[in-house]
């Protein structure tokens, strides 16, 4: 009787799972219903922000597993979840989007975008959408697209700026950040789930993945800034100024020590959320060499990423039985797929679970799963960062799903390439 609730659960998990997903792809929806119906605007509002579809559908999951078990084992359930991601991603945007760490960020790909011989807003818009991404390798994918996303909204994402140029550039961006991630083994979430239990080093990750994953970030920026250059070259001159630091370089170097301390102990919550509050005290004693925290945005990205904690949980009894049957190249699109309507780093550790892999099993599950990581908000963590950071320039403040999702395509076929030909 009690194998038979279990699985009852899951199966309950499973459908409120695949209900979150659609209603991700349907919050353009609900914020039409705020618009017509303002009487209810607060709940409609609610409702169709990405950010909270997930948690607010954990809820309910958490809510429907007390009603059949009880709240015992409801809270032995969310006490069983590891939320150290969620704290971390909210930590590390919060820093990695302060003004003298965007500052310093900026002036270093403005410089590297001189070294190209194209016109200054093409060579800038391609550095930051490869350069940026590349970063995610040293200072975790997280920290780089919070600062690419911005960086990108001060410059080129705004509300006049073609819809068509929007979206290619939003695909290019999640792509690139969630492929850009492998060239170390401790900065993509769904690469430090398996690096430990499989022993992939810095060594392994730079010549099975990371040469790959470049040359396709490379080739990804590159189609984006040929494909729009008429429009880039309409954009004003970048000012020379943008090169120059107006932040103290003590103060960069502090916030630089907060940004690489968080990194440092991104597996130890109590470090880095002390590591945290000593920051919210600086730029507090410092105001003056900073801008408004990304505290709300942050935290929103923390409650969507905590929520899919809460619901992949149970996603196990189904996802691992369909990985380990599968061929190595049949694993590859279907960790891509898969990728697409669950957490990239989900995926790779009930893949690390399955026992007697070989190694063309274990690249093909981490090649697809960072390939597919672009095509949806829910594939890779960093995703809903970005999404927070960029929406408000689209049209009614919201990104389509599948807007987005056409979008990543094309990027997402050069990734594959990358890994599979190269």
């Known amino acids: 009787m009690a194998e038979m609730i279990t699985r009852n659960v899951e199966i309950l998990a499973v459908v409120i799972f695949a209900i ?35 948690g607010f559908w954990a809820m309910v999951l958490l809510v429907l597993i007390a009603a ?26 919060v820093i990695a989007a302060s003004r003298p760490i965007i500052d310093l960020a900026g002036a270093l790909l403005v410089w590297l975008s001189r070294l190209l011989p194209l016109p200054a807003p093409t060579a800038y818009y391609a550095t930051v959408l490869s350069i940026g991404p590349l970063l995610g390798s040293f200072i975790t994918e997280p920290a780089a697209m919070t600062l690419s996303a911005l960086l990108l909204r001060e410059r080129f994402i705004n509300k006049n700026a073609p819809n ?23 900065a993509a979430p769904p690469v430090l789930m398996v690096a430990g239990t499989w022993g992939w080093d810095l060594q392994f990750m730079l010549t099975t993945f990371g040469w790959k994953a470049a040359i396709a970030v490379f080739v990804n920026a590159a189609c984006a800034a040929i494909l729009f250059r008429t429009y880039l070259a309409g954009l004003p001159t970048m000012s020379a100024a943008l090169a120059r630091l107006d932040v103290p370089a003590w103060v960069v170097a502090v916030h630089l020590g907060f940004l ?17 509050l000593f920051f919210l005290g600086f730029t507090e004693a410092y105001r003056q060499h900073q801008s408004r925290l990304l505290i709300r945005e942050g935290l929103m990205v923390a409650f969507f990423l905590a929520g899919l904690v809460v619901l992949g949980g149970l996603q196990r009894w189904w996802l691992q039985p369909a990985l380990s049957g599968m061929e190595p190249t049949v694993l590859y699109w279907g960790a891509t797929a898969l990728t697409a309507i669950t957490d990239n780093a989900a995926l790779t550790y009930l893949g690390s679970l399955v026992e007697g892999v070989t190694d063309e099993f274990k690249y093909a599950l981490v090649a697809g799963a960072v390939t597919g990581g672009g095509l949806t908000v829910i594939a890779n963590a960093p995703n809903p960062a970005g999404f927070a950071i960029l929406k408000a320039n689209f049209d009614d403040g919201a990104i389509k799903p599948l807007n987005l999702f056409i979008a990543a395509l094309g990027p997402t076929l050069v990734a594959a390439a990358a890994f599979l030909l190269l």
Do not use: C, D
């Open 164 to 186: 068509t140029f929007k979206y290619a550039t939003l695909g290019v961006l999640f792509v690139n950040i969630s492929i850009g991630g492998v060239l170390t083994p401790y």
């Open 260 to 276: 690489t301390g968080v990194v440092v102990f991104n597996h130890h919550p109590i470090v880095f959320a002390a590591f945290f």
């Open 68 to 93: 059949q078990l009880g709240t015992g084992a409801s809270m032995h359930y969310l006490e069983s979840r590891n939320f150290t991601e969620p704290a971390f991603v909210f930590v590390i945007m």
């Open 20 to 54: 979150a997903v659609i209603h991700t792809f349907s919050t353009a929806y609900f914020e039409h219903l705020a618009r017509v119906q303002p009487a209810h605007a607060g709940l409609w509002h609610l409702l169709g922000e990405v950010e909270a579809v997930f």
